[in-house]
């Protein structure tokens, strides 16, 4: 799981809209990889600093939570939100191309490759698999314990 500290800024139904708590990575997280903490604050960091995720534990506003999401759905989902349509736009411009092949070939392949984005946006809002990728409050913080930093030094002895 890729976790990260968040505050609850807003509430709706199901679901809680946090913004994540900016920090610098210690560099002791995954020696190979790196933080995976910071590498979601940076998936959702930019102009917009909220985004909505499940809210299973009832938070409130102003609740200090721990926000997950699973380790392949950030590969997954942008395979599926890049890939899909990419390839069904290939295939649709090909199917257009050979179906008006002789005549108006550039209008049958741009015509195919519309439809096939067309359908990849289909596919993609029919398909209920994704709600699983969404992130999720998965820890709240108890009023009056100090908040556990999510890039920590381990040592071994």
Not at 12 to 33: L, S
Not at 91 to 117: E, H, P, R, S
Request: aromatic content about 6%; overall charge positive.
């Amino acid at each position: 799981m890729i976790e990260s500290e968040a505050v609850v800024t807003r509430l709706e139904q199901g679901h809680a809209w946090v913004r994540i708590r900016p920090h610098t990575p210690c560099g002791n997280c995954d020696p190979e990889t790196g933080c995976k903490t910071v590498a979601m604050t940076r998936m959702f960091s930019g102009n917009n600093q909220e985004f909505r995720v499940r809210n299973p534990l009832e938070a409130r506003v102003g609740d200090l939570v721990h926000v997950a999401i699973a380790d392949g759905m950030l590969l997954s989902s942008a395979l599926w939100g890049y890939g899909l349509p990419l390839g069904l736009m290939l295939v649709g411009a090909t199917l257009g191309y050979f179906a008006f092949f002789g005549t108006n070939q550039d209008m049958g392949t741009l015509g195919g490759a519309g439809m096939g984005i067309v359908v990849a946006v289909l596919l993609l809002k029919s398909r209920r698999q994704l709600q699983h990728a969404e992130p999720s409050i998965v820890k709240k913080h108890e009023p009056g314990l100090p908040m556990l930093s999510s890039c920590k030094k381990t040592t071994h002895i």
